[in-house]
């Protein structure tokens, strides 16, 4: 199994230390956050010379032998606000442009591709409204992400236009090529299993996990309920050969700061990579 691990799990530290953490904790590949500017790869940066913080950042990760496992771009710090199927066509626009520049920051580091969110329910529009937009519009970021040899997968969330796995699947079958980056947790929380999650598999190219349960969006290992031993043994049976990252985040909401994050994640390697070895993945 290859594992890594999200560098926005220690927003206090500079990237250097955070990578040095990483690398020194036993993981060999690093999951990058672009939220905004809150995290220590900034989207201003990344916009403004996509080439030139994919140089500095990939100096760094190569000093500690760390590859990049992923490229995870949020936009905006809330849900709607250049959201992927914003109702308003001039916003999307806006948001795709964003999204190109990632993708050659994506490319200039040889990340494997990069994660996205699917959008939200906007107004009184239903469920298959908010997927049919989201559709349209990550079919187009499907095609740039294939023109450069990148997946694009999106992640499935609380809060999302696809807060089941039934959703998440409608979404993915309506949109050819996009992948799943699978986070079980928004759908433990919400009181889903890890069998409800199995007709996700094959179309996941991204795996991101934490403890969780229901109510529980992130806890210490020994508080974890989802069954990560069945994900991995469903991984394996699904041929999935990509990362599967460890996905700690530190804020207050769902009581996210109430975690020790570096005892947790070195706990929580440790458990994936004895499934690992288990499932033989």
Same mark, same amino acid.
């Given at each position: 199994?290859?594992?890594?691990?999200?560098?926005?799990?220690?927003?206090?530290?500079?990237?250097?230390?955070?990578?040095?953490?990483?690398?020194?904790?036993? @993981?060999?590949?690093?999951?990058?956050?672009?939220?905004?500017?809150?995290?220590?790869?900034?989207?201003?940066?990344?916009?403004?010379?996509?080439?030139?913080?994919?140089?500095?950042?990939?100096?760094?990760?190569?000093?500690?032998?760390?590859?990049?496992?992923?490229? @995870?771009?949020?936009?905006?710090?809330?849900?709607?606000?250049?959201?992927?199927?914003?109702?308003?066509?001039?916003?999307?626009?806006?948001?795709?442009?964003?999204?190109?520049?990632?993708?050659?920051?994506?490319?200039?580091?040889?990340?494997?591709?990069?994660?996205?969110?699917? $959008?939200?329910? @906007? $107004?009184?529009?239903?469920?298959?409204?908010?997927?049919?937009?989201?559709?349209?519009?990550? $079919?187009?970021?499907?095609?740039?992400?294939?023109?450069?040899?990148?997946?694009?997968?999106?992640?499935?969330?609380?809060?999302?236009?696809?807060?089941?796995?039934?959703?998440?699947?409608?979404?993915?079958?309506?949109?050819?090529?996009?992948?799943?980056?699978?986070?079980?947790?928004?759908?433990?929380?919400?009181?889903?299993?890890?069998?409800?999650?199995?007709?996700?598999?094959?179309?996941?190219?991204?795996?991101?996990?934490?403890?969780?349960?229901?109510?529980?969006?992130?806890?210490?290992?020994?508080?974890?309920?989802?069954?990560?031993?069945?994900?991995?043994?469903?991984?394996?049976?699904?041929?999935? $050969?990509?990362?599967?990252?460890?996905? @700690?985040?530190?804020?207050?909401?769902?009581?996210?700061?109430?975690?020790?994050?570096?005892?947790?994640?070195?706990?929580?390697?440790?458990?994936?990579?004895?499934?690992?070895?288990?499932?033989?993945?």
């Amino acid at each position: 199994m290859k594992l890594s691990c999200a560098d926005y799990t220690w927003p206090a530290l500079g990237h250097k230390a955070v990578m040095a953490v990483v690398a020194d904790l036993g @993981f060999t590949g690093i999951d990058l956050g672009v939220f905004g500017d809150d995290t220590q790869v900034k989207l201003s940066s990344v916009v403004h010379d996509p080439a030139a913080e994919a140089a500095r950042v990939g100096r760094v990760a190569e000093a500690v032998g760390l590859a990049i496992a992923d490229v @995870f771009l949020i936009p905006a710090n809330d849900l709607e606000n250049l959201a992927p199927n914003h109702p308003d066509p001039a916003v999307r626009e806006t948001s795709l442009a964003l999204y190109r520049s990632t993708l050659a920051f994506a490319r200039a580091l040889g990340a494997p591709g990069v994660t996205v969110l699917p $959008g939200v329910c @906007f $107004g009184g529009e239903s469920v298959g409204q908010a997927i049919a937009r989201a559709s349209e519009d990550l $079919g187009r970021r499907v095609e740039l992400a294939d023109a450069l040899g990148l997946r694009l997968s999106i992640e499935g969330h609380s809060g999302s236009c696809v807060e089941t796995p039934e959703d998440f699947a409608d979404l993915l079958e309506r949109t050819p090529g996009l992948l799943a980056t699978l986070d079980p947790s928004h759908y433990a929380y919400a009181g889903y299993s890890a069998p409800d999650l199995d007709p996700l598999v094959p179309r996941t190219g991204h795996v991101q996990i934490r403890p969780s349960g229901p109510g529980l969006m992130q806890g210490r290992l020994p508080d974890n309920t989802f069954d990560l031993e069945h994900l991995v043994a469903s991984l394996k049976a699904g041929g999935y $050969g990509g990362w599967v990252a460890t996905e @700690f985040v530190w804020m207050e909401k769902w009581s996210c700061d109430r975690v020790d994050n570096t005892s947790e994640t070195a706990r929580l390697m440790q458990y994936l990579s004895e499934l690992g070895q288990r499932a033989g993945l």
